[in-house]
């Protein structure tokens, strides 16, 4: 009877691709590398997600009509109400004020875990486009649009309607490091008491770190709140290989696996998720998403007309 295989997996010693020097480097050659591929990528995925809805539900001043009251010296004759003025014999004048749309907080993953890949593309590079999709369909639709990266590398976008700004911290991610643990529950712990306003926060991450679990439950209490998850293939099974020895890029922490167990269960993730009243979406890296994506942000008002 032969001996079990046994083998060592280190996370983050799994080289990057070309141009990387050390801990660092830039999305790798089966990823969108140059701007503009990368740029075609989001806005490709962006039009996916906003395809047969309106791109503003806000048309001419852009203001929503409240209520009639009594006219008042000074008061513009173009906002004379003529329907109740003609009705009661006594001027009337509408009163609108402007639209006001929640503030789209993304949480992006930026740690190691995210950059490994058994297939062509990673979950760092998914994952990426997905946040520029979100952001710039909801920026199509008037929702200021944040971002809070949740690696190492502190970056704190509050929510801005600003194009430019968004497609600024974009085009920033594209470079990545190798070395960044998830701070993911430590991030959220800091952003919550910053929040005067509710927010529909998002976050994206393959959920390395078990310690935020409790975090997202609870800035789900308190905001509108759903999770994407990424998952490679090979974190489901890693059948053929034997007894794996591996180590967790982000913590450090050991594990062993053989060839007919995963490194993690994802439907015991899932169940606890829904048990807490967390929208969840998990994604694999070499499956299609965006009709998925657009049903789940469908369903969950993030993108079209007559979100909440």
Known sequence: MKAPMRSSISLANRPMGRGSEGSSGLLPPMDPLDARKFLLA??????????GTDKSPFIGSGLEYVQSRLYQPGDPIKSIDWRITARTGKLFVKEYEA?????VYILFD???SMIVASHRQSKYSMGLQIAGALALASLDRISPVGLLTVGSRAM????TLSKDRTMEWLHQLRYFRNDEPTRLSDRISDLVPSLRNRVLAVVISDMHELEAVRAIKRLSSQHDCCLIQLIDPAERSLKGTGMILAREAESGRTFVANSRTSCKDPSAFVQEMKRSGVDHLVLNTNQPIAVRLRQFFAWRGIVGKGAR
């Open 42 to 51: 989001v806005k490709r995925l962006a039009d996916s997600l906003n395809f």
């Open 99 to 103: 639209p006001k749309r929640m503030p």
């Open 110 to 112: 930026t740690s190691a």
């Open 156 to 159: 704190h976008i509050v929510p």
